[in-house]
């Protein structure tokens, strides 16, 4: 017998997607489509709201407050239904919920999205953020505060993003690649849809992720205007014209409402290098999405329309760690070696140009990168060695792995010092 359960045969956001698709096309296209069609969206729109209103984050459910971009879908498809139908509960909710995500994005002046610096997910929050702006109920307070949060949100999207190396800056809550240019997130789609693929942080249109995604650029083109419409000329030149000078980003990101719980993050960028770290203390590890720790560089300046970009990341094998990104540099620790995972520091690196290996230079570690010196001070830690072949959504790496000894004492750490060569 078949065992229906959230995460395993299906996945509950789906009420969240689809359903704001239904929002936009009965406010884009009520007459073409007719009463009757409307009023069975109507009904489905009511069986939408009820489910969603039963998700509270308790266990196995996991749509909590911070868990933004269903977070933000599920408000404006409630509140939208609730006007519709002229049902006060779905009002009251929807209002709830707008009330309660921006006070969590503006806590302590963070203006900071819980599923934080996300490049795929970005691209869900400005579709859920600019249909409510678009398409909200005028009097709901998640249509009220959408365009003041999408714009919070491009201004630290444009701090984060590097046009030169076409990227932005790590650490990412959430990332499927870890390099635009090469497989494509949602948010490039928005610099595609405003500025033109041209400068856009995009894949070759051959790409299959890309190819995914565009499948949504129908219903994106139809909020670009309202998306653009928060864009101030600073946050437009940062978005693409390269900086020369280096950039140091400090942010704190608030789990909820109740307590002072937070995530630090921290990333500095210069037009061919940037790095980004995250401190995080937590039970649970995060998954393969979860990015704590990277370094970007432009491992083949030559390469146009950008560099070539080659990357490291952490792989995030436990759940607490502190991860710091400073000028040149970035330190990661294990501080609760009580939990799983803690024996090891696993870097994932890829992006290395084919002409550098063609000319017979081999990746053994960290010790001879194209366009980068690093320089690794790991106290009592082993290194294994170097090993290739293995894929992180689509992006093929080398796994440079350094051990935590059994009879090891004290705090794990690695320290990088990066210099660009090229």
């Not at 933000?72 to 139908?85: C, Q, S, T």
């Not at 309660?100 to 806590?107: A, P, S, V």
């Not at 995009?202 to 670009?224: F, W």
Request: aromatic share 14%.
């Amino acid at each position: 017998m078949l065992t229906i359960s959230a995460k395993n045969t299906y996945d509950p956001n789906w009420r969240e997607f689809i359903g704001s698709q239904l929002v936009q096309v009965v406010e884009e296209f009520e007459a073409l489509i007719g009463p009757e069609l409307v009023s069975d969206i109507e009904t489905a729109m009511a069986f939408d709201a009820a489910g969603a209103m039963r998700r509270n984050g308790t266990a196995p459910d996991n749509l909590i407050l911070a868990y933004s971009n269903p977070g933000y879908m599920r408000a404006l498809n409630v509140g939208w239904i609730g006007a519709r139908l002229n049902n006060q509960t779905f009002i009251d909710f929807g209002n709830t919920q707008g009330t309660e995500l921006y006070e969590l994005f503006t806590k302590n002046g963070a203006n900071t999205l819980g599923e934080y610096n996300a490049p795929n997910y970005y691209g869900m929050d400005m579709w859920a953020l600019g249909a409510m702006a678009k398409y909200g109920p005028k009097n709901a307070t998640f249509t009220g505060h959408s365009v003041e949060i999408m714009t919070k949100i491009w201004e630290d999207i444009a701090d984060h993003y590097n046009p030169y190396l076409g990227n932005m800056a790590g650490p990412y809550d959430r990332a499927y690649t870890r390099d635009m240019t090469a497989h494509d997130a949602i948010i490039s789609l928005f610099w595609w849809g405003i500025f033109g693929h041209d400068k856009a942080p995009s894949p070759p249109l051959s790409d299959l992720d890309l190819n995914y995604d565009v499948s949504q650029g129908a219903a994106l083109a139809l909020l670009m205007e309202t998306v653009a419409g928060v864009l101030t000329p600073k946050v437009t030149y940062k978005l693409l014209t390269p900086f020369t000078t280096e950039r140091f980003l400090n942010k704190t990101v608030y789990y909820d409402l109740k307590t002072y719980a937070n995530r630090i993050v921290t990333s500095w960028l210069s037009k061919p290098l940037m790095i980004g770290g995250q401190q995080v203390a937590e039970t649970v590890n995060r998954g393969k999405q979860f990015t704590p720790a990277i370094v970007h560089w432009a491992a083949d300046p030559s390469h146009t329309p950008f560099p070539y970009i080659g990357f490291f990341s952490l792989y995030p094998t436990a759940s607490t760690m502190t991860a710091v990104a400073e000028s040149h540099q970035l330190t990661i620790s294990y501080p609760n070696t009580t939990q799983d995972g803690t024996n090891s520091f696993q870097f994932m690196l890829s992006g290395i140009p084919p002409p550098w290996n063609l000319a017979g230079n081999v990746v053994d570690g960290f010790t001879n990168l194209p366009c980068l010196s690093v320089n690794v001070t790991a106290p009592g830690l082993e290194i294994l060695p170097t090993v290739y072949g293995s894929m992180i959504y689509d992006h093929y790496y080398y796994n440079i792995t350094y051990v935590v000894p059994g009879n090891f004492t004290g705090v794990p750490k690695i320290v990088f010092e990066v210099e660009y060569t090229c």
